[in-house]
């Protein structure tokens, strides 16, 4: 069974950009959440998507958006994007909604570099 | 929520038995302990997760001592290829929020040959 992919892998933008990032969940799997991983903050929770609607949210600004379709798929946009914005965007998914018991599948990240 | 704390950073070598502890002292009834490992440039991925007591799987140990305020994961005979971040999570399987979802800095492993 193939595992979460994620589009692109690298990207570079520059300040007051917006960026759209993909994310495929794995086969059967309905739950999509997104993750910001950067070297001084470590790895935090922006959202959760389940059956096209948000169900959780981390603590970040309303710059921070996505959405998810039928098929489970999932994007995440930033607008306006600020130079603190560069870090390893990370998607995972689950078969249900997400619990400590749920086992989440992360894919390999979208490293985005804001200059 | 459950607060974690980890250690920042810990040094091995190949062929030792590894043990790392995770404190969580406001842990709630309902919350299972769950550990995944990180390697550079890549996304987590879900090691072991246990509720009390001892939990074993193909990759490592997991210990819960009976007031479950802590955990520790014991990776046996580790290799170079375990270096790696490992986060240890405490959450409540039927909350509805983002608990669980907190994955902290992590614990720095480094294998020496």
């Known amino acids: 069974k193939a595992g979460v992919t994620q589009t692109p892998r690298y990207l570079i933008k520059t300040r007051g950009q917006q960026v759209t990032l993909s994310c495929s969940p794995i086969?059967?799997?309905?739950?999509v959440s997104w993750y910001q991983q950067t070297p001084g903050q470590g790895l935090q929770f922006l959202f959760e998507y389940f059956s096209e609607t948000q169900r959780n949210k981390g603590n970040f600004p309303g710059r921070f958006s996505g959405r998810q379709f039928s098929n489970s798929r999932s994007e995440m946009n930033v607008s306006t994007l600020e130079l603190g914005d560069s870090a390893l965007y990370l998607c995972?998914?689950?078969?249900?909604?997400?619990?400590?018991?749920?086992?989440?599948?992360f894919g390999p990240g979208t490293r985005l570099l804001v200059l | 929520l459950a607060k974690t704390t980890q250690p920042i950073s810990m040094d091995s070598y190949e062929g030792q038995e590894v043990n790392i502890t995770c404190s969580h002292n406001n842990i709630a009834t309902n919350d299972y302990i769950t550990w995944y490992q990180q390697f550079p440039s890549q996304g987590p991925r879900f090691i072991i997760q246990?509720?009390?007591t001892k939990v074993t799987n193909e990759v490592a140990s997991l210990f819960i001592p009976a007031d479950r305020k802590s955990s520790t994961l014991s990776l046996p005979r580790v290799s170079l290829s375990d270096t790696a971040v490992y986060y240890c999570?405490?959450?409540?399987?039927?909350?509805?929020?983002?608990?669980?979802?907190?994955f902290g800095k992590g614990t720095h492993l480094i294998i020496q040959p």
């Open positions: 086969s059967g799997h309905r739950s």
């Open positions: 999570l405490v959450g409540d399987p039927s909350g509805g929020g983002a608990d669980g979802l907190t």
């Open positions: 246990g509720y009390k």
């Open positions: 995972a998914s689950s078969l249900g909604r997400i619990r400590a018991r749920e086992t989440q599948y």
